[in-house]
């Protein structure tokens, strides 16, 4: 994370996956499986996500988390260096060419007000990192995977950030950095971000799904389209 900010400074937090580009978790996994260091274990590992992808939607729906936990379970065995030099790449392959267009103009006219920039994505670290350096993202706030001799265990670092947890810990940030959340701002597409919207003065829908529309109408929230 960046620097200490001073108090009642307020932030821009932005859900990635659906708000900033149109890609999620399965698509950056399916990437790293795709570049393995042998065809055998390129077409293993391929072959095991798109397997897993019914299962994954089903309990989508039904706990964040343990979507999570099954998805970055697929990670067990990578190597910590190789996937930090995959990294740009993905961001190269993936992340950049599904920005979505409004995006560049969202985040330059949040800056304008002064607001410090920051992901909060279910989202690993290494992964997110060169996509906030295009987009001139301040600071992230992402799960991270636990790595044992620079070998991931398939586990990630708790507690996991995802659905309902992001409010908790945009909270924590703003205890810790010295932010009013009254006056600060967050953008996501997913209902399951709910709660990430409301926990600040000023939340927006992005690129909404039907519930989220619907919940943004009941309470007036602003609407954008940034595709």
């Given at each position: 994370m960046g620097p200490e900010m001073s108090a009642n400074s307020a932030c821009a937090f932005y859900d990635l996956d659906?708000?900033?580009?149109?890609?999620?978790?399965?698509?950056?996994?399916?990437?790293?499986?795709?570049n393995q260091p042998s065809a055998l274990r390129?077409?293993?590992?391929?072959?095991?996500?798109?397997?897993?992808?019914?299962?994954?939607?089903?309990?989508?729906?039904v706990n964040r988390v343990k979507f999570n936990e099954m998805l970055f379970s697929l990670?067990?065995?990578?190597?910590?260096?190789?996937?930090?030099?995959?990294?740009?790449?993905?961001?190269?392959?993936?992340?950049k060419?599904?920005?979505?267009?409004?995006v560049y103009e969202l985040i330059q006219a949040s800056q304008?007000?002064?607001?410090?920039?920051?992901?909060?994505?279910?989202?690993?670290?290494?992964?997110?990192?060169p996509l906030a350096r295009h987009l001139g993202i301040d600071d992230i706030v992402t799960?991270?995977?636990?790595f044992k001799r620079g070998v991931a265990?398939?586990?990630?670092?708790?507690?996991?950030?995802?659905?309902?947890?992001?409010?908790?810990?945009?909270?924590?940030?703003?205890?810790?950095?010295?932010?009013?959340?009254?006056?600060s701002y967050a953008y996501s597409d997913s209902y399951s971000d709910y709660p990430m919207l409301a926990v600040v003065g000023r939340p927006a829908v992005v690129n909404p799904?039907?519930?989220?529309?619907?919940?943004a109408r009941v309470f007036n929230w602003p609407v954008l389209d940034l595709r």
């Open positions: 659906g708000t900033l580009v149109s890609t999620n978790l399965v698509h950056t996994y399916l990437f790293f499986s795709r390129t077409l293993f590992k391929t072959a095991g996500g798109i397997a897993r992808i019914p299962a994954f939607a089903v309990v989508d729906r990670y067990e065995g990578e190597f910590e260096d190789r996937l930090l030099e995959l990294a740009e790449e993905h961001f190269e392959e993936v992340y060419p599904n920005i979505f267009p409004g304008r007000r002064g607001l410090r920039q920051v992901i909060v994505s279910g989202s690993l670290d290494f992964v997110v990192r799960n991270r995977l636990e265990t398939g586990k990630l670092v708790p507690p996991i950030l995802a659905g309902a947890n992001k409010a908790r810990f945009m909270q924590e940030y703003a205890r810790t950095h010295g932010v009013d959340l009254v006056e799904d039907k519930k989220l529309l619907a919940e």
